[in-house]
């Protein structure tokens, strides 16, 4: 009994690290961005959301087999998210300031989520449109 509990796979620790240490890294533009523009997200939130997201999934890949329940640990994620990116969105009398973070925050979630299947294409498209995005566009907002 006692055997099992301090069994530690140290290659699945290593493979995990490297996935999560792809999603810090495919994060870390959007992350720079937001900083850059003073927003209330930046360095440090969207790294740890996508880490987060990432291992959640992970886990849930890990504990459960069968694409359903993964699949609803996916959707746990993507409804936690949004209360996170919600919170960056502040509304005053005339306008609302923080949507872009709010939407990044998500991207960013699902940057994650595509790293722990191992769609490194989709995180990767996701990271370049995202910073393109944020870049590049904000210049063409009205306000």
Same mark, same amino acid.
């Given at each position: 009994m006692m055997d099992t509990l301090l069994e530690i796979? &140290? #290659?699945?620790?290593v493979q995990h690290l490297l996935k999560m240490g792809i999603a810090f890294l495919l994060a870390l533009p959007l992350?720079?961005?937001? +900083?850059q523009q003073a927003?209330?997200?930046?360095?440090?939130?969207f790294p740890l959301v996508t880490i987060a997201s990432c291992a959640f999934m992970l886990v849930g890949i890990d504990v459960f087999?069968?694409? +359903?329940?993964q699949a609803r640990v996916m959707y746990g994620i993507v409804?936690?998210?949004? &209360?996170?990116?919600?919170?960056?969105?502040?509304?005053s009398s005339e306008n #609302? /300031?923080?949507?872009?973070?709010?939407?990044?925050?998500?991207?960013?979630?699902a940057i994650? #989520?595509?790293?722990?299947?191992?769609? /490194? +294409?989709?995180a990767i498209v996701l990271s370049? #449109?995202? =910073?393109?995005?944020?870049?590049?566009?904000? @210049? =063409? @907002?009205?306000?």
């Open positions: 796979d &140290f #290659v699945v620790i992350a720079i961005n937001r +900083e927003q209330s997200a930046g360095l440090r939130t087999r069968d694409p +359903e329940s409804t936690g998210i949004g &209360f996170i990116g919600g919170g960056s969105i502040i509304k #609302v /300031y923080g949507t872009a973070t709010a939407a990044s925050i998500w991207l960013t979630g994650g #989520v595509s790293v722990a299947f191992n769609r /490194y +294409e989709i370049v #449109v995202g =910073y393109l995005v944020l870049k590049f566009l904000g @210049k =063409y @907002k009205s306000t």
